[in-house]
């Protein structure tokens, strides 16, 4: 256990006291440039989550979640905020079809599951329903005004991606009123994060929007004794030409170093050792120089144009660059008693990301049937770039009881970068919802694609090259026997990129054909009064792609996704809501080779719950909210020689706001893991990562 106080109060104290100070500078300084800036009130009573809230669907274009034939969870800046979350793992935790597979400050942050399949790091994220490089790198959530799920096969909605599902990020927008809030927060271990919020408009009839985002973030990390610096812009610009015509800019900046997230890897043969002991989450394992530093950047243009009444026309480019360089240790275990020997990885990559796309959507009549249409086409491109040399060097042993701490400093990529693989999607998308009648509905729509997929060596010749060209349909048949409830029954197919060779594997970065799966679901939405309930039943059947005894990466056989969820928000009192869910899961590997079929699917938990309450106006002004996950048991190598246990993480936190010389004032603080519980979180096939300490957080707002 770490001797360390978990609270560290000394440290938040101070973190307050800077945080109203620099209130006291910002507020001077606004009224010396003259704005009496708006204010924006946030009160503390319960509003329950609605399922009528809109949400991202893709080539659907926003509808409510009630009237959406899928699975979605929505969870805004509001709450992100309340809980201090700082990774998409934590934004989505209470719903149980999500599980987080990779601490924030590792190489490979921000990596998720749902419905015990991982999420495509380079399609399975977007940024208001556009192309989104993801890999290697948190988003900076503070920049953005929700966070949208959907679960499941999304191959019509959004093209190529896994059947897990999609992450939409959904940038903040203009606000009507001018606004300005300023912001300081403290993490258990000594981070300490400003950032500043600015939106209005300009021009008589406000035609001019504006939404500025700064932050920046230093400091060291509870988790794996590790740290975090970074700094990041958002600009979101809005400017209404005409009454029916709309021009739109979106940015986002952000540099991100950080320091932690070491792999600790059971190889699949010739031995197998067992899954060791979980660590503290504060241990320490990176060797000294080692860490993670990525550059991003996104930029988008867009214009809307209503044609005529209920029909509108969209077109948007958007182009998007990461560059991530990293040194990281990877613990290759030796022994059942924790011994290990420690590579250390050196390597740069780029992605660049280009996407064009244009809809016109709109609605009509034909023989007293209504109908909502979608047409639309797009165009994108990724070019990825690596290291030419990149070195995995063996630096040493030691055991996971006591690591070895040595230098990183002579472990250097080098020799430049290469085009080491290119991607290209052209599509072509229609849709049709045809209303039978006040009960009945029919969904119909499908996505033409041309994929191709390019290896290079780091002699610019193409290695491999898979060509794919697929119509993925989507239908969907919604019964309403009331006005505040959808049945509603789905069938969708779609396409993937298939994963490379891990590192690691004898075969290591081999590219692989696209992936092909399907997706039949059912299910319910219902919203009362006080309480809505989604339910839904699911099966999905993909390609499979797995590490054999031979550590050679195969992509053999096809996995089958059986399960059910449940979500519900509960109005308990006025003032206590309870929001909670399921889900039971049966994933199995088939027509693979001996000795692998039947098995359990790598990385797929039997069961998941979540729970969180929330109590406001416990005091005027004061909200109380606690919560707990749950992770069943799950398999970490397609052979399952090893099984992750399951375990059970607590959390609890305030906030409190009141009106103070003519100024809103919002404190928040939150405790993760309060138990302090010892646990391993999975990566993927054969890795385990140290699972998050107890970590306190505080943070201050002030609305001028």
């Known amino acids: 256990m770490s001797s360390k106080n978990p609270f560290a109060p000394s440290r938040i104290q101070l973190a307050l006291a800077a945080a109203g100070l620099c209130a006291f500078h910002i507020s001077a300084m606004a009224e010396d440039i003259g704005g009496a800036l708006s204010t924006v009130e946030v009160k503390a009573t319960v509003e329950k989550k609605k399922l009528g809230d809109s949400v991202s669907s893709g080539a659907l274009g926003r509808k409510s979640e009630l009237d959406t034939p899928f699975s979605t969870k929505a969870v805004s800046s509001d709450e992100i905020e309340d809980r ?86 959904v940038t903040k927008r203009p606000t009507t009123d001018k606004s300005f809030s300023a912001a300081m927060g403290y993490q258990e271990g000594g981070a300490i994060k400003e950032h500043i919020d600015m939106g209005g408009r300009l021009g008589e009839e406000g035609d001019f929007g504006y939404r500025l985002n700064l932050l920046h973030e230093d400091g060291d990390l509870k988790q794996e004794s590790g740290s975090i610096k970074r700094n990041a812009a958002g600009l979101n610009l809005e400017w209404r030409v005409t009454r ?37 989450g504060d241990t320490k394992l990176n060797s000294i120089g080692a860490g993670s530093d990525v550059e991003y950047t996104l930029a988008t243009t867009g214009v809307e144009y209503r044609l005529a009444n209920d029909w509108v ?89 006591a690591p070895s701490i040595i230098s990183a400093a002579s472990v250097n990529y080098s020799g430049g970068t290469y085009r080491d693989e290119t991607t290209r999607q052209e599509a072509v998308f229609a849709s049709d919802t045809l209303k039978l009648n006040d009960a009945w509905s029919l969904l119909a729509g499908a996505r033409y694609t041309q994929f191709t997929d390019n290896a290079y060596s780091t ?8 060509p794919a060209e697929k119509t993925t349909p989507t239908v969907a048949l919604m019964f309403k026997p009331a006005a505040d409830t959808t049945l509603y029954a789905s069938y969708v197919e779609a396409l993937e990129q298939a994963a490379s060779a891990p590192s690691t594997t004898v075969n290591a970065n081999q590219t692989f054909a696209p992936i092909k799966s399907k997706q039949s679901e059912v299910g319910v939405k219902t919203e009362r009064s006080w309480w809505n309930a989604t339910a839904a039943l699911f099966h999905i059947e993909r390609g499979a792609q797995y590490t054999n005894a031979s550590n050679v990466y195969v992509s053999d056989g096809q ?34 080779a001996p000795g692998y079929s039947g098995k359990r699917a790598v990385g797929a938990p039997r069961r998941q719950a979540s729970v969180q309450a929330t109590w406001r106006e416990v005091l005027p002004g004061l909200a109380l909210h606690v919560g707990s996950q749950y992770l069943g048991e799950l398999p970490m190598d397609a052979a399952n020689v090893n099984t992750l246990p399951a375990y059970t993480l607590f959390d609890a936190g305030f906030n409190y706001r009141h009106r103070y010389f003519g100024k809103m004032i919002s404190v928040r603080a939150n405790i993760s893991n309060i138990a302090n519980r010892k646990y391993w979180t999975y990566y993927q096939e054969n890795y385990l990562n140290i699972g998050a300490p107890r970590t306190a957080s505080v943070n201050v707002r002030v609305d001028f």
């Open 313 to 401: 026309a969209n077109a948007s480019y958007r182009t998007s660059d990461s560059t991530r360089v990293y040194k990281k240790d990877q613990y290759y275990l030796t022994s059942n008693a924790g011994d290990y020997r420690d590579r250390i990885t050196s390597e740069l990559h780029g992605y660049h990301f280009d996407q064009v796309q244009a809809t016109v959507n709109g609605k009509f009549d034909i023989a007293g049937l209504g109908n909502e249409v979608i047409v639309g086409v797009m165009s994108q491109n990724l070019v990825s770039t690596s290291s030419v040399v990149t070195p995995k060097t063996y630096v040493g042993t030691g055991n996971l009881s």
């Open 84 to 169: 201090l979350a700082t990774s998409i793992s934590e934004v989505l935790k209470y719903d149980a079809s999500v599980t987080a597979i990779s601490p924030p400050i590792s190489t490979h942050p921000a990596t998720i599951q749902m419905r015990g399949l991982r999420l495509d790091d380079l399609n399975g994220y977007k940024v208001n329903g556009l192309a989104n490089i993801n890999r290697g790198t948190e988003m900076p959530l503070e920049m953005f005004e929700s966070v949208e799920a959907m679960k499941g096969l999304t191959g019509y909605m959004y093209g190529f991606g896994s059947p897990g599902g999609i992450v939409n990020y």
């Open 559 to 592: 996995s089958k996704y059986q399960g059910v969820e449940f979500n519900t928000v509960v109005q308990a009192t006025r003032n206590v809501s309870i929001e909670g869910g399921i889900m039971l899961l049966d994933a199995t590997l088939e027509d693979a």
């Open 244 to 280: 029916d015509l709309a021009l739109t800019y979106d940015a986002i900046y952000q540099r991100r170093r950080s320091v932690g997230g070491t792999d600790i890897i059971i190889s699949p043969g010739p031995t197998v050792y067992k899954v060791p002991a979980p660590l503290d």
């Open 459 to 466: 002699k610019g010749v193409v290695t491999a090259s898979y």
